[in-house]
């Protein structure tokens, strides 16, 4: 503990224990997630508090070897055990991106903090000095660079594998190996008739999907892969949506899998009933004639959802007379 201790002095970091941990050694591995509480203070004498998470309904999380923006929370954090509360001294010269990082993180934790647009001046913190951050405090760091005092409480501790990565954590090869686990936990809220948080599985798979395609060439064999993959998800999002009466995503995504393949007899089936509810009835009739043009097999059911359309019209036709009545 010593030798941690003196390591942290020659960099300018002063640790003093408040609370021991629990459990031995120290030696987290790139990966591992660390939830926290942390205090913010000035080093005068009433020791001024400028952050306190505890005020946040969920601690700061922080994954190891992520190239957080304030590395000097990493280093700190890497000399704590489980349920350890330790007050760190920091000098200044670790401390240039705090006022940026605390402006990012009230207004991700304090929804009733507008979120203002950040610099995009070629100098950052030039730019935070001369524009200002929309917060005093903040800005008086900015303009005179200071030691600050961290008191930092590990609350959780977790290992490489032990929890669900989210995606932004995840490299490419994770994603492609995720992404059928995210399709069979939607099948199986879908089936449980959970249409909401099945629709947010397929939806969190098409982004993992989006990223991918990203990086390809459009018409390359490998962008066109990932185009095709996609199909099922946006089908599935889609009934998801249909069933939630939640209309205008269906006729949007499932004019997305018409583009790619203007055959796709579900995608035009979802998308007529869609337009019925969104009460396009053109549309939907346009869709579903083209649905029995290529599937003739669909023809009873079509038929009805027409016969649908043409009674929903002649009500609202009635109600619109009404009202017009209503009017003279």
Known sequence: MAEIFATLEKVGIRKKIIHCGKGSGIDYEDGTKLYFHYRTCKCDEDKSVIDDSHKYEKPMELILGKKFKLEVWEVCLKTMKQNEVAEFVVDKKH??????????????????????EEPKHCCGMMAMSEQGLGHADLDDLVKNPQPLVFTIEVLKIERPGSYEKEAWTLTDEEKIKHIPNLKERGNELYKQKQYTEAADKYAEAIGLLEQLVMKEKPGDPEWNEIEDQKIPFLLNFSQCKLLLNDYYPVIEHTTTVLKRDSDNVKALFRRAKAHVGAWNPEEAKQDFERVMELDPTLSNSVKKELKQIDELKKQKDLQDKEKLKGMF
């Open 95 to 116: 401390l240039e991106q705090y006022p940026l990082v605390s402006k990012q993180l009230r207004e991700i934790f304090d929804k009733t903090i507008k979120k203002k």
